[in-house]
């Protein structure tokens, strides 16, 4: 993966998106350490992290949408084999790790 590729978002609205849903998680996640600490009932917990995991399920699948809309229509636009070959490779990779 190349530290010069196209950004994950073309526009400053979707980036706030982005990072406004992030930072709400990150609110979830410091809430999930706080109800530990207070010994709160174990299913209570385990339901806000299916929550947390959801968020950041959502905010996932926007980032690979970007992904498929910008770097990879970029790649097919231009022509470029090796530069497809390795947005597919990379694609491949990240769904090969999530098995």
């Known amino acids: 993966m190349s530290a010069t590729n196209t950004s994950t ?17 990150a609110g979830q996640v410091r809430g999930l350490a706080q109800m530990i600490e207070d010994d709160r009932y174990c299913m209570d917990v385990l339901h806000q992290m299916q929550a947390v995991k959801s968020a950041l399920a959502k905010v996932e ?6 992904h498929a809309a910008c770097c990879v229509a970029e790649a097919i636009a231009s022509g470029d084999e090796a530069d497809q070959r390795e947005k597919f490779e990379e694609l491949v990779e990240l769904f090969a790790k999530r098995r």
Not at 9 to 25: E, F, P, S, V, Y
Not at 61 to 66: A, E, H, I, N, S
């Open 9 to 25: 978002a073309k526009t400053a609205d979707g980036k706030t998106a982005k990072i406004n849903r992030l930072n709400r998680i």
């Open 61 to 66: 699948t926007q980032v690979l949408k970007d």
